[in-house]
């Protein structure tokens, strides 16, 4: 199966979903987050942050702004921008991503390690996209 092929699958997960529980049900959101997955890997920017935006906005109104499923899918949207290479809404979306984790399970529980390695990955992204690496001739 292809990443078009699993696109489409997920929609009719989407579909399914949605008739079952009503489009505005956080029940839907984990077709979304695998149709911004399968949309990111496609390089489909847009509709992978479209997909991201509306599971934010069902989760946020469900759980709140503060809940570990809202982190979550800030995680995903975050590496949306990274795969784009805008690096400042990466940063910005993961700080607030770790703000979160903070909140939630405290600063030195060991699930802050995700978000914080996923800040590093960006801040050597962009470093590098800033000035590239040398490459010493053989």
């Given at each position: 199966m292809d990443h078009k092929q699993a696109g489409e699958a997920f929609h009719q997960q989407l579909l399914l979903t949605e008739k079952l529980y009503g489009p505005q049900s956080p029940m839907i959101t984990a077709a979304l987050r695998n149709l911004a997955m399968a949309a990111l890997a496609q390089k489909d920017y847009?509709?992978?942050?479209?997909?991201?935006?509306?599971?934010?906005?069902?989760?946020?109104?469900?759980?709140?702004?503060?809940?570990?499923e809202y982190a979550n899918l800030l995680r995903g949207l975050a590496h949306t921008y990274l795969m784009q290479q805008d690096f400042p809404k990466s940063e910005s979306t993961l700080l607030r991503v770790i703000d979160l984790y903070e909140n939630i399970y405290g600063p030195d529980?060991?699930?802050?390690?995700?978000?914080?390695?996923?800040?590093?990955?960006?801040?050597?992204?962009?470093?590098?996209?800033?000035?590239?690496?040398?490459?010493t001739p053989a």
């Open positions: 847009a509709g992978s942050e479209a997909y991201y935006s509306r599971a934010l906005d069902l989760n946020q109104k469900t759980y709140g702004a503060d809940s570990t529980d060991f699930r802050m390690a995700v978000p914080l390695t996923s800040l590093c990955y960006v801040y050597d992204q962009w470093a590098n996209r800033k000035s590239p690496r040398l490459v």
